[in-house]
DNA sequence: TGCTTGATTAACT
DNA sequence: GTTAATCAAGCAC
């Protein structure tokens, strides 16, 4: 099985063994990448989920094939990236919630305009990235946007963040050696 | 056509 | 700990 077959599994599954994979996007101002640190699954066997209901326009993304993007604007004024996992016609995904900064860190400074936190949440990773909604859909093994499979990091997994329902499940994982650092 | 809801962040007290 | 900012999409009418 090679790296992106990984992809293939049930969420909750692939969340931890994306922890350790890179993040890379290039465009015109630079490169900017970052280590995945911390990861939520979301099924569609789970009330949190966008995808409990059914697919719709807004999710269509987490219904198709694994290892594209599913970006969607959160409070009007953020945006969240996923990991689409599972095969086709079952919609889950893996919502990046924190890097650790590797490339093009004045860069996230300057779109972040500030020099800490720059990657320490799922709203301020898309915007330290510029990624938006223009990638939704976007098949993340290719370019400029993708991903670099690595070993899995050690985590920990906990109760998920910000959500009303499902709070129990400890589909939130968080890796052990940089959580300090992000 | 209008109402409700967030998988958030940052700046307050 | 509390709260404002801000908007696309779903869904009820």
Sequence with gaps: ???WDILEQDAPLVAPLLLGW???HDTAEGRTAG???ETEAYHQDDPASHSF???NNR???MFGPAGH???YRSYGMHWCMNVVTGNSGFGQGVLIRALFPTEGIPLMEKRRGRRDHL???PGKLTQAMDISHIHNGHDLREPPLFLIPYPSLGYTATPRIGIAKAKEKPWRFVAQETRILA
């Design 119 to 121: 990657c320490s949440g």
């Design 1 to 3: 099985m090679n790296a």
């Design 22 to 24: 890179q993040l890379v």
């Design 53 to 55: 209901n059914g697919v």
């Design 59 to 61: 999710n269509a993304p």
């Design 69 to 71: 993007a599913y970006v």
């Design 35 to 37: 280590i995945i640190i």
